[in-house]
């Protein structure tokens, strides 16, 4: 699959954040869509089918591992992959994570978003 043809669906509830990766994605050539929290991103990833999520965990109404746990648990969404973009530490994740596929752990502080965008890309080659 062509990384530029992927569709990536961000759940995240800043605004900010998340308009900055929506736009950012975009220019890359990627086909993105938005969601707000957990329960949007639940019901928008079952709508859009992506080929990525980038996840966020701290989320009001759905947390992202709550969000998380029911994409797995469904057929339609046990195989699309996810890049979890949150400001918790990974050593402070929830363990459940770790059974939950998760292609990649990004810690906002840590990375620029040209460093976000190039790992959504090598996750999608």
């Given amino acids: 699959m062509q990384p530029r043809q992927a569709k990536i669906l961000i759940v995240e509830d800043d605004e900010?954040?998340?308009?900055?990766?929506?736009m950012k994605l975009?220019?890359?050539?990627?086909?993105?869509?938005?969601?707000?929290?957990?329960l949007a991103g639940l019901h928008?990833?079952?709508e859009?089918?992506?080929?990525?999520i980038l996840l966020d965990l701290m989320m009001p109404i759905m947390t992202g591992e709550e969000m998380l746990l029911r994409l797995r648990e469904s057929a339609w969404g046990s195989d699309i992959?996810?890049?979890v973009l949150t400001n918790i530490s990974k050593s402070e994740a929830p363990q459940s994570l770790r059974f939950l596929h998760v292609d990649?752990?990004?810690?906002k502080v840590h990375h620029t978003p040209a460093?976000?965008?190039?790992?959504?890309k090598e996750v999608l080659c």
């Avoid at 975009?26 to 957990?38: K, L, P, W, Y």
């Avoid at 859009?48 to 990525?52: A, I």
């Avoid at 990649?104 to 810690?107: C, S």
């Fill in 81 to 83: 992959r996810v890049i």
């Fill in 115 to 120: 460093q976000v965008v190039e790992t959504v």
């Fill in 44 to 46: 928008k990833a079952k």
């Fill in 48 to 52: 859009l089918k992506p080929d990525l």
């Fill in 26 to 38: 975009q220019r890359e050539g990627f086909t993105t869509d938005v969601a707000e929290d957990g």
């Fill in 104 to 107: 990649r752990y990004i810690v």
């Fill in 16 to 22: 900010a954040i998340r308009n900055l990766y929506h």
